[in-house]
DNA sequence: TCGTAGCGATACGTCAACGTATCATAAAGC
DNA sequence: GCTTTATGATACGTTGACGTATCGCTACGA
């Protein structure tokens, strides 16, 4: 039998360990923050004895990087079609609500403080987001080509201020970004419709 | 002599304690983030015994709150002549070279935690963040009486658009917002010049 | 069925921060 | 000058998290 994978036979045990720690972290991390977590809280949270953290993570901040690389993982892309403002309103709406209420949401803050401490944090953080950002500004090139959106914005600097909008609103503000106001947002920066 | 404040001769010493207390704070809020902050830290770097402190503050949540407020207070508004353009740039360009570069900007990540964790903290943090907003929203609605900006815009979410992607650069990506691009950023959002 | 190995629980010594108390020093105010 | 008072330093007991070690237990794999 020829397989690429020769799958190491993964005591099960293991994996169901870390993913129950990896979401306990996550709940921590939303909860107390960056600064203020501790393997005994997640430890207690998670119902696992602490040696079990230790014996799969060498530290707080690798434990930290899985469960926020985990949190990126769970924000699931949204495949949308119709014209580009259509998409565009769909996927903006899809952003208005993960950043209102959401288990990312919730870790937000922790996680931009975690960016700020530790280099490697900030590395995943910063390329998840490019990576994010990409549909969005390729949805506003393509919008451009057809002529649905204004042809002389800059497609990146465009998708900075739509989405730069909806994370102000839910980290400057008492209320977060509502999705119904979404296609009011699209009006003003693209200055269409009436 | 009438004078309205009688100065109640407060004692010099408490005074000068006070300033260099809140800026150690803020030094290390810098460094290590809200979570993480301890008394002890704050009473090294000030170069303060720990009870000094204590005695002015009861726990850290005051103490950071307070340290957050002068910092509030240390972002000084430019006074702006010119077109509705022209003044919309100068404070743009300066939003943008405060968040990409200053005590202001460094803390940022820590008062975004703080405001999560902390309701005092909060509070106000969206009160003065509103009130900070408010010359930009009037520039932008002065602009669209006069013709310089178009007519269907809505003056708050062109604000929150406008420094949302500065904001947005900052905590997001891995470079700041570069000030020259703000004029791009203005022409992307109001869809004018060329 | 049996040996292996990952598990939870628990105990351990260490360390750092907590919040309080004390005390001489020195600056303030009269 | 003399009293008052805020201060820096230091010591204190307490707490909680650190990271390690041990020990039955039991689910796993063969």
Redesign the pocket.
Known sequence: MIESRPKP??????E??RQ?ILQAALDELSESGYGSL????VARR???????I???WP??IALIADAFKLLQQQRDPELVTGSPREKLERVLRHVADVVSDSPFSSCLPALIEGAERDRAVRRFHHHFQTEARKPTIALIADGIATGDFPPRIDPELAAFALLGAIFFCRLMTNAPFPEERVPTLIDTVFNSSG
Do not use: C, L, M
Request: charged share 30%.
């Open positions: 036979a993964v005591d099960p045990r293991i169901r360990s129950v501790t393997i005994e809280s998670a119902g696992v004895g602490k040696a079990t230790y014996r799969h530290d707080k």
